[in-house]
């Protein structure tokens, strides 16, 4: 893991996550084994810490937002998507495309729209966290961008095919 996560924070000045509900994958005695031996928490642990020190940017995406759900073309949303289904068809725009190169498109448009200058809305998104019943709350997962490194070489974007990739 510590070979993952420095591997990702060196080489990638932006890194999308999801976050996900592992105690209820780990509920489903089906997935129990395979999601408790990869220790997802640890990875985000990791990568936290690792990209503040490296003033990289870690991007969490939300519990709910439907990176898998969600046409990459036109921004449909479809309703109900099984996980048996691994093929992701748009039934507006008639996309084809893998399941999992869908869902790194829109986690890598994600980033793009959290670094962009306009509010960060995105298509199908709420007005405001309506689970979030603090306002407390700073720092690099709640909206502010790390500081810019001065003297740095720049690096290249990360696209959806490197995120497949790092992926095993």
């Known amino acids: 893991m510590h070979k993952l996560t420095t591997r990702l924070v060196a080489d990638f000045d932006t890194i999308v996550i999801e ?59 479809k309703a109900k998507l099984r996980l048996s289904q691994r093929t992701f068809a748009c039934q507006v725009c008639g996309a084809v495309a893998d399941r999992d190169a869908n869902a790194a498109a829109n986690l890598a448009g994600l980033a793009e729209a959290a670094s962009s200058p306009s509010c960060g809305a995105r298509i199908n998104e709420p007005a405001g966290n309506p689970r ?37």
């Open 19 to 77: 976050d996900l509900h592992v105690a209820g994958m780990v509920a489903d005695r089906r997935l129990a084994r395979a999601v408790a031996d990869v220790g997802m928490g640890e990875v985000r642990r990791q990568l936290e810490y690792k990209a503040a020190w490296s003033n990289r940017r870690l991007v969490v995406a939300e519990r709910w937002f439907p990176s898998s759900k969600t046409c990459n073309d036109c921004g449909a949303v």
């Open 132 to 168: 979030k019943t603090s306002l407390a709350g700073d720092g690099y997962r709640h909206g502010k961008t790390p500081p810019a490194r001065a003297g740095s070489t720049p690096r290249r974007k990360a696209t959806a095919q490197d995120t497949l990739s790092h992926v095993s």
